[in-house]
């Protein structure tokens, strides 16, 4: 009997509506809901929209196409996608699943914080000052580095990192895609309920005339620019194994660029949605206040653990609105964190031929772990704050590597296009090209000269030199160290006997196989390359 057929079959999902509603959940995470409306504020209010079109147009959307092609052409997590396209690549996609590791150990905790908020919104428990609430009497933060735990961070820290190995250990159809199928609809639900009720606020309209009112003189401003890039390819869930892996359990027969447009259209609309309820929120706590709007927009955790405080305080049905906001979160939160984990777990799934079960553990525990010892203490949200920078500009720079081996060192390029023209009913041509060959990676240098220049010369936040260099530029090593390490451990010989997914005319519809047949005759290229299935070798 071959290894191949001892092996079970890859995990996929039942449906592509459940793939789109899982990729979908990945991407709609907390930066989603407080990142992007203060990003658009202060980058031109309204005019940023076009430059985030752009960036979405030619960054975003060409980064899912080759995301998606390479995890449904090779059939694999991270690693052995990059492996199978070049055994020398391996080290990049455990790059990648290093990066998710640590994503995921703080991300949890900021869910963790939006879950103990849902409760502590019943009640209003954060008084008439939900700045000191938040920072003193929920947080004990101190700059000191400490290892004393917080128990009411690490208490709900411990339920979120239970519900999302639970979910993970069901299986790719039974756990992530049911969490998917239920979890995002209910955020939409929620989500536009929050909307309409904010909009109805006193002094709604005047937050969103702030919010949408369009300031072109910016768009002259590269730092505009940089801020939609960077938004796009931070929301999107690109460039770092999670939608790689999740298009790797499609069956054979998906339409990979079709499914790329709604989950970026369905994003990108959902940001859009955030902008709108959060700057109706402010526009009323403005009037409270009796200050500008101004005065009181706030970014990232500040926005949602004290500014959305002191509205949910001031408004009628207050504590149900507040529930609502934090549950969103956390909903939120929960499909990011699984996608996450889940990269983790495949890879480890794959390089050692293990069951799902045993898998999740492997990885779950560990990660449960760390994310308690570093983020559960009373220093935990100043580590968070330099680890969140740092692994973003990480990102940055693996998506750059990335591009450059496959489209201009291995020349995998025409290839993935040949594949994504065979399975799409969407054309996938020169535009696509000119992205992901150019444009993009000079948005992507770009952003990592800017970036990284301001950090060495400037250092981050006033934090001492030796914390940011542990925990900041730490990241960038760990990840490095990580992705050499692993790439070096034995593989299990059942999976690389396994062939990858290499497409022949008779597995797809009619209208696919036209268009492969066209491509491969307009490309020159050899149907032997492209048709019949390859032994990874």
């Known amino acids: 009997m071959s290894a191949e057929s001892k092996a079970a079959p890859r995990a996929t999902f039942s449906r592509r509506s459940v793939f789109i509603l899982a990729a979908i959940g990945s991407a709609i995470g907390l930066g989603s809901i407080w990142r992007f409306p203060y990003v658009a504020y202060e980058n031109g209010g309204g005019a940023f929209l076009i430059p985030f079109l752009v960036a979405l147009l030619t960054a975003g959307i060409p980064m899912l196409f080759l995301d998606y092609a390479m995890g449904h052409r090779f059939r694999g ?60 009497s929920f ?62 606020l006193e002094g709604a309209t005047e937050g969103l005339e702030v919010f949408f009112t369009a300031d072109w003189s910016l768009l002259a401003n590269g730092k505009v620019w940089i801020a939609a890039y960077s938004q796009i390819f931070f929301s999107l869930s690109v460039g770092y194994g999670i939608m790689v892996t999740y298009s790797s359990y499609l069956k054979r027969r998906s339409d990979l660029a079709g499914s790329s447009l709604v989950v970026a259209f369905a994003t990108s609309s959902f940001q859009v949605l955030a902008g709108i309820c959060v700057f109706a929120a402010l526009g009323f706590l403005a009037v409270q206040q009796g200050v500008s709007v101004d005065d009181v927009a706030t970014n990232g955790i ?92 990480t990102i940055a720079l693996n998506a750059l590597v990335m591009l450059v081996l496959i489209v201009w060192v291995l020349r995998r390029f025409n290839e993935l296009q040949i594949h994504l023209n065979a399975v799409s009913t969407l054309w996938v041509g020169t535009w696509w090209k000119v992205c992901i060959s150019v444009i993009t990676p000079l948005a992507l240098l770009w952003m ?11 250092g981050y936040g006033g934090y001492p030199g030796w914390f940011v260099g542990v925990f900041g530029w730490g990241c960038l090593v760990v990840c490095a160290i990580g992705g050499i390490i692993m790439s070096v451990v034995r593989w299990s010989d059942r999976i690389l006997q396994l062939h990858g997914p290499m497409f022949t005319p008779e597995t797809m519809p009619e209208y696919q196989t036209q268009s492969y047949k066209r491509h491969l005759a307009k490309v020159g290229a050899d149907p032997a390359d492209h048709i019949n299935e390859e032994k990874d070798s």
């Open 302 to 393: 500040g926005l949602a653990f004290i500014a959305f405080p002191s509205v949910i305080s001031q408004m009628t049905g207050g504590s149900l609105f507040g529930f609502l906001f934090f549950f969103s979160l956390v909903l939120a939160g929960l499909t990011s964190l699984v996608s996450l984990v889940e990269v983790v777990t495949a890879a480890f799934q794959d390089k050692l031929g293990l069951q799902r079960v045993p898998a999740v553990l492997l990885v779950g525990i560990p990660m449960m772990i760390v994310s308690m010892v570093l983020f559960a203490t009373k220093s935990g949200i100043s580590v968070l704050d330099v680890v969140d920078k740092f692994i973003n500009n």
């Open 77 to 136: 997590g991270a690693p052995l996608t990059f492996r199978r396209i070049n055994k020398r690549m391996e080290w990049l996609g455990w790059f990648q699943v290093v990066i998710c590791f640590i994503i995921a150990c703080y991300y949890a905790v900021i869910i963790a914080w939006s879950g103990a908020y849902m409760f502590y919104s019943l009640r209003q428990e954060w008084g008439n000052d939900p700045d000191a609430f938040f920072n003193h």
């Open 139 to 200: 947080l004990q933060s101190q700059t000191e580095l400490s290892t004393s735990f917080v128990p009411a961070v690490a208490i709900p820290l411990a339920v979120i990192w239970i519900i999302t190995i639970a979910v993970i250990a069901l299986g790719v159809q039974n756990g992530v895609g049911a969490a998917s199928k239920f979890f995002v609809p209910l955020l939409a639900v929620l989500f536009c309920i929050l909307v309409v009720r904010s909009l109805f």
């Open 448 to 458: 990592i000269l800017t970036e990284f220049g301001d950090l060495i010369v400037n």
